[in-house]
């Protein structure tokens, strides 16, 4: 199984329709559009899982293609990178937190 990244991607589009657009090119595992968790609207781009196979096929058909005017960007999507977390700094000091008083 490949995992694609879809990229610039009209804000309306829901998974199901990014499901169907991947169809034609085989059996889709799952699709989904990512969405902002602030405004609940989609962020313009989304993940398509399917075989290897058949999403090379579609990054040759798609990749630069004009769907619903917009030239979508379609490649492998690159793993999850899990060292990032959230305010701490690189010296391991929450980034909110007071430093050390310099006596001004």
Do not use: H, W
């Amino acid at each position: 199984m490949k995992n694609l990244y879809i990229g610039n991607l009209i804000y309306g589009i829901d998974s199901q329709k990014l499901k169907a657009l991947f169809t034609s090119f085989g059996p889709v595992k799952s699709a989904s559009v990512v969405i902002d968790r602030d405004t609940g609207r989609s962020k313009g781009c989304g993940f398509v899982e399917m075989g290897a196979t058949e999403a090379s096929a579609a990054i040759l058909a798609l990749n630069g293609k004009e769907f619903e005017s917009r030239a979508l960007r379609v490649n492998k999507a690159k793993p999850r990178e899990t060292t990032k977390t959230r305010g701490i700094s690189p010296l391991g000091r929450d980034r909110f937190e007071a430093g050390p008083s310099r006596g001004f």
